[in-house]
């Protein structure tokens, strides 16, 4: 299945910009689900729907998110309910419990007192990732469309399934779990579950999913739209997010510069305020083209609402003709100083200008970092840690053991070394043309001696 994750800058209009994606997928005949975060009524509004609600039945026989509406031939919209998903979830865990809760004494908690506890809904959208991935052939979608929170958010949310499988190798390592065998054994002694073995085979259900959540983010079928407002401002947010998208290892397919002004405009004010956008566009276009495409998408003059004109779904042109000529720049009509009265623009509108999401293999990407090896003529192994974005000040590496510690600004990564660098000391790093290369020479009490 191939997955687009939207994110980008506060305020960049992410939800649209995913909504037009999804209805550019849907255009080219495939089944797609456009997946929001958003809690407040605002894809409704901007989709033309009524509220997106939870299916009925208990909570934990539910997927993570809200009925799926079809919007339109081949498109489908749908919520990640966190509420509904978390009360479920610990109903089921109080239920797979109960015999330990009885022994503690422990009272278990009724359904009015569950809330949301923090850093449950990103948790709630890996996990809807998941559900989304691993539906059955013919009953799931081509294309998977999510409406991401904003991007630093976004960073750390994808990060989380390396980082917790790396908590629980660390706390309950699997060399342990081989004493696992004695505990029937004193299960049936003390005539009660053990807690350890409950302990560990929870641990292995977890490590299962998030392995495959991790899956998932890692597939080359899966891929990052960074949203932007271009100005000075939001320049250095997306670098910011580049940099911690990059030391991630996610992959970014496109960078929509959206609500841009007209040019052609004689009236002084939004004259500087376009030739302040053109600017900003312009360094967009220096730091990511051409080895990531630069979408521009029109300031329609007011938000779109609904899906709007959708000539013929499946209509390859998509919709540039609703900029006149296939013009994705150009204003819309009844933008600043149009007639006022004609209804707000849809998303047709942009479908056209926000690119069809193309088709990618559902496989692990290939691994960005790479050794070199420099012996012969330097006498160093070199690693390169491709970092576009990243600022010398803001960079941090410390070497602990078999692992390399990578800071960029307030993203960190573990990183493992791979086998002929664990056997090497640090030598020095530096950081070029948007890469970190780390010098590693051989260390002579562990590199293999020549005969």
């Known amino acids: 299945m191939r997955t687009v994750l939207v994110t980008g800058t506060g305020g960049a209009g992410r939800t649209t910009v995913a909504a037009a994606t999804a209805l550019a997928a849907a255009r080219e005949g495939r089944r797609t689900l456009l997946l929001t975060t958003d809690p407040d ?59 330990l809760l009885d022994m503690l004494g422990a009272t278990p908690l009724d359904d009015e007192e569950l809330t949301v506890l923090p850093g449950v809904a990103a948790v709630a959208l890996l996990r809807a990732l998941r559900a989304a991935q691993a539906a059955p052939p013919g009953a799931g979608w081509d294309v998977l469309v999510v409406d991401m929170p904003p991007a630093p958010e976004t960073v750390t949310t994808l990060a989380l399934p390396e980082q917790l499988r790396r908590y629980l190798r660390r706390l309950l390592p699997a060399e342990r779990q081989a004493a696992r065998a004695l505990r029937p054994m004193l299960a049936q002694l003390a005539g009660v579950a053990m807690p350890a073995q409950k302990l560990y085979e929870t641990a292995e259900r977890w490590e299962r999913e998030l392995a495959a959540v991790q899956s998932v983010i890692e597939s080359e079928a899966t891929t990052v739209r960074l949203v932007v407002e271009p100005g000075p401002l939001a320049d250095r947010a997306l670098r910011t997010a580049r940099a911690g998208l990059a030391l991630h290892g996610c992959r970014v397919d496109a960078v929509i510069a959206n609500r841009l002004l007209p040019t052609a405009t004689s009236d002084p004010w939004l004259a500087a305020l376009s030739g302040q956008q053109q600017a900003a566009l312009k360094e967009l ?44 720049r150009q204003a819309d009509p009844a933008g600043p100083g149009g007639d006022a009265g004609r209804a707000p623009g849809g998303l047709a509108a942009l479908a056209g200008a926000v690119g069809v999401p193309e088709p990618r293999p559902d496989r692990p990407a290939p691994d960005p970092w790479t050794v070199e090896d420099r012996l012969a003529d330097d006498g160093v192994l070199l690693w390169r840690l491709p970092l576009p974005g990243a600022d010398r000040d803001g960079l941090g590496l410390v070497r602990r053991g078999d692992e390399l510690i990578v800071t960029v600004g307030s993203f960190h990564r573990v990183l493992p070394l791979p086998s002929a660098l664990r056997r090497c000391t640090v030598a020095g790093a530096g950081l070029r043309d948007g890469r970190l290369e780390v010098r590693f020479a051989p260390d002579p009490e562990l590199w293999p001696k020549r005969p």
């Open 41 to 99: 009524g605002t894809p409704e509004a901007l989709l033309g729907t009524g509220p997106l609600r939870s299916a009925p039945g208990r909570p934990a026989d539910r997927l993570p998110w809200s009925v799926p509406v079809e919007l339109a031939p081949g498109l489908w919209a749908a919520r990640v309910v966190t509420d509904e998903w978390f009360r479920g979830e610990l109903a089921a865990l109080q239920e797979r419990g109960h015999g």
């Open 285 to 328: 276009y220096e730091q990511w083209a051409p080895a990531v495409p630069v979408r521009e998408l029109p300031h329609l003059g007011r938000d779109p609402q609904g899906l709007g004109e959708v000539p013929g779904l499946g209509d390859p042109r998509g919709a540039g003709d609703a900029f006149g000529a296939g013009d994705a």
